[in-house]
């Protein structure tokens, strides 16, 4: 398939989580190509700043809690009145948890389901009919390498990610006869703030082998499905073929993990002192929002 640019020009791209590192990065990239962004987060501050610095015009912010039907429904309903349709959809919205499993409330489990999994499936399904009004309609999902490879102290998110590439993977193979064309990305660890809260909670320290990637990094893979849709792209080609070869013995894993361990707590341990040095956690250990991209330093 030949590469062609995709054109934002005329285009309505709804994200969700637009307020996260990733999301708003995509909202950069895409409002640069002359896309119109409805940003859709929980979190209106968050949301509102991302909207201040996108190039262009036009661009708003809807806030709604996306586990909630009736949030979902309005925030459709606002998009159908303003625009008539939905040209990509971006399913960005996403948590987790150091809570280890045999520690977590079952209301924390739910919770991170409906986030994970449930939202951003019943948001695409409930979007579809706008999704139908674009000439070339497009789902991209952030999902995860977590998708692939199981990540033993958090079990639910890597449930939640095993679940989302499997209903993509289901969906793109309905949809695509019916004219809407649903691929994913599957970043490892990304220099965002849910990965920097969770360093410091003491999460999973395989995903610091390396230094976690930019989120610039991820978005620009996001926007390389717009151009050259397919099912799944990776960020980091290579890490994707070390964990599916990994899992064609997953027998193994008992004995495999703990020869990384030691190297991921280094890398843990690492990034934690560069977030210190950059300004964004405290001497006492807290995190700090990174200032607001094109008013302040921005990494």
Request: net charge positive; aromatic share 4%.
């Amino acid at each position: 398939m030949s590469r062609t640019r995709w054109d934002g020009r005329g285009k309505v791209v709804v994200i969700t989580g637009a307020g996260g590192g990733i999301g708003s990065e995509f909202a950069r990239l895409v409002a640069a190509r002359g896309a119109t962004v409805v940003l859709v987060d929980l979190r209106a501050q968050a949301a509102d700043a991302v909207a201040a610095w996108l190039p262009g015009s036009g661009h708003e912010v809807v806030t709604g809690d996306l586990t909630q039907r009736a949030e979902v429904d309005r925030v459709l309903a606002h998009v159908r009145a303003r625009h008539g349709r939905i040209d990509v959809l971006v399913n960005s919205m996403g948590m987790t948890s150091a809570e280890r499993f045999d520690e977590r409330s079952p209301e924390s489990i739910d919770r991170e389901l409906a986030v994970n999994l449930n939202a951003p499936l019943m948001f695409t399904r409930l979007a579809v009919p706008l999704l139908k009004k674009s000439a070339d309609a497009r789902v991209i999902s952030v999902v995860s390498l977590g998708a692939i490879f199981p990540l033993g102290e958090t079990p639910i998110y890597t449930a939640s990610k095993y679940g989302l590439r499997g209903a993509m993977l289901s969906i793109a193979l309905d949809l695509k006869p019916k004219g809407i064309t649903v691929g994913s990305v599957m970043p490892s660890a990304t220099d965002t703030r849910m990965l920097r809260q969770e360093a410091l909670d003491g999460g999973n320290a395989f995903q610091f082998q390396d230094p976690p990637q930019s989120a610039e990094h991820v978005a620009a893979t996001m926007v390389g499905l717009l151009d050259k849709p397919r099912l799944e792209a990776y960020p980091k080609r290579g890490e994707s073929w070390l964990v599916r070869v990994a899992l064609l013995s997953p027998n193994l894993l008992p004995r495999i993990m703990p020869l990384f361990r030691a190297k991921g707590e280094r890398g843990q341990a690492r990034y934690i002192s560069h977030l210190k040095s950059r300004g964004l956690v405290t001497q006492d250990g807290e995190l700090v929002d990174e200032p607001t991209p094109g008013i302040g330093p921005h990494h």
